[in-house]
């Protein structure tokens, strides 16, 4: 069974900088794209970056240069690499990706929190 955990999530002050990580566990064959989300609290859930299965990386604008996206694809993790955290960046993260087992399909993490405080 494919299962995708994120970890990193916590809390820091304003500045501050975290890295979230996303494993993908099962019987898998390849990731295709990781994409990170963002639900803040009453809002709904933003995709705020995203990296494809060739590398091409693709970010919203409120936080173009603040964060980076990788993967490790060896050991089948994304990455997000959050800096200059803003209280405007809390919320749940989540992670999506296309994983191909026998087939394709995709899966989403449970989410980690972050939460900035000024």
């Known amino acids: 069974q494919v299962r995708l955990v994120e970890s990193g999530g916590g809390s820091v002050q304003a500045g501050g900088s975290l890295r979230l990580s996303c494993k993908a566990f099962?019987?898998?064959?390849?990731?295709?794209?990781v994409e990170w989300y963002r639900q803040a609290p009453e809002q709904q859930r933003e995709l705020v970056a995203r990296?494809?299965?060739?590398?091409?990386?693709s970010y919203d604008e409120a936080v173009e240069g603040r964060f980076i996206i990788s993967r490790d694809d060896t050991e089948k993790t994304g990455f997000l690499e959050m800096n200059d955290l803003k209280p405007e960046d809390t919320g749940v993260y989540y992670c999506?990706?296309?994983?191909?087992?026998?087939?394709?399909?995709?899966?989403w993490g449970q989410g980690t929190q972050v939460t900035v405080s000024s």
């Open positions: 990296i494809s299965r060739t590398g091409k990386l």
């Open positions: 099962g019987n898998i064959t390849r990731l295709s794209f």
């Open positions: 999506r990706a296309s994983i191909w087992t026998e087939t394709v399909d995709y899966y």
